[in-house]
């Protein structure tokens, strides 16, 4: 069974970084890639990243471009994302979301439960 | 980027009667070289990640109702819950796969009428 754990959320002033976890289970980890998608409070989805399972491709939407930073350790089954000059509107819980196979790239099918980053004075 | 335009925002419909979403996209999202439109729908229950409902537009995943069913090919779809059911109420997506950035419609919220 897939399981994805993200970790690492809080409340942070803005201008500040924060780094995510996610601890994953139940795949082979490093033949998968992997994505990052949020959800402001109240408001719809919005994917922010991607990165192949060799971590050698990546890719990120416009809004995160520059300030956050995609990364896996696949050693340790792990997906990662550094984020700096944290802005108000960067708020939301961020999800942790892998596709269902090897070769299915940018299917978002398995999702955790998320963790929530509030940017606040 | 590839815009999805979901409607209605919101939907009420009698319990056991039918529901139906749509959700266009600004440019196909059908890969000619497989015959694929790539595009999913995911239900959103309150304080839940999304939950894979459809995927290729038409396939139902694994333990997904048989109410629930996915049409359309090339920018217009549709989601369709044949009897509405008091658990179906949640939040809708669509989703396109076809390219990044990879993007979602923005939601249509179904009730109970």
């Known amino acids: 069974e897939v399981q994805l754990v993200e970790s690492g959320g809080d409340l942070i002033e803005p201008g500040g970084s924060l780094r995510l976890s996610c601890a994953t289970s139940?795949?082979?980890?490093?033949?998968?890639?992997m994505n990052w998608v949020r959800q402001a409070p109240g408001k719809g989805l919005e994917w922010l990243s991607y990165?192949?399972?060799?971590?050698?491709?990546?890719y990120y939407a416009d809004s995160v471009k520059g300030r956050f930073t995609i990364s896996r350790d696949n050693a340790k089954s792990s997906l990662y994302f550094q984020m700096s000059f944290l802005r108000p509107e960067d708020t939301a819980v961020y999800y942790c979301?892998?596709?269902?196979?090897?070769?299915?790239?940018?299917?978002?099918?398995?999702w955790g439960q998320g963790t929530l980053v509030t940017v606040s004075p | 980027d590839i815009v999805m335009t979901q409607s209605p925002d919101s939907l009420a419909v009698s319990l056991g009667e039918r529901a139906t979403i749509n959700c266009k996209s600004s440019?196909?999202?059908?890969?000619?070289?497989?015959?694929?439109?790539?595009l999913t729908w995911y239900q959103q229950k309150p304080g839940q990640p999304p939950k894979l409902l459809i995927y290729?537009?038409?396939t139902r995943e694994s333990g997904v109702p048989d109410r629930f069913s996915g049409s359309g090919s090339g920018t217009e779809f549709t989601l369709t819950i044949s009897s509405l059911q008091a658990e179906d109420v949640a939040v809708y997506y669509c989703?396109?796969?076809?390219?990044?950035?990879?993007?979602f419609g923005g939601g249509t919220k179904v009730e109970i009428k």
């Open positions: 989703q396109q796969y076809y390219t990044t950035p990879l993007t």
């Open positions: 440019q196909s999202i059908l890969y000619n070289s497989n015959n694929k439109n790539y």
């Open positions: 990165i192949s399972g060799s971590g050698n491709t990546i």
């Open positions: 290729w537009a038409s």
């Open positions: 979301v892998s596709p269902p196979s090897s070769g299915a790239n940018f299917r978002l099918d398995y």
């Open positions: 139940g795949f082979t980890f490093s033949t998968f890639s």
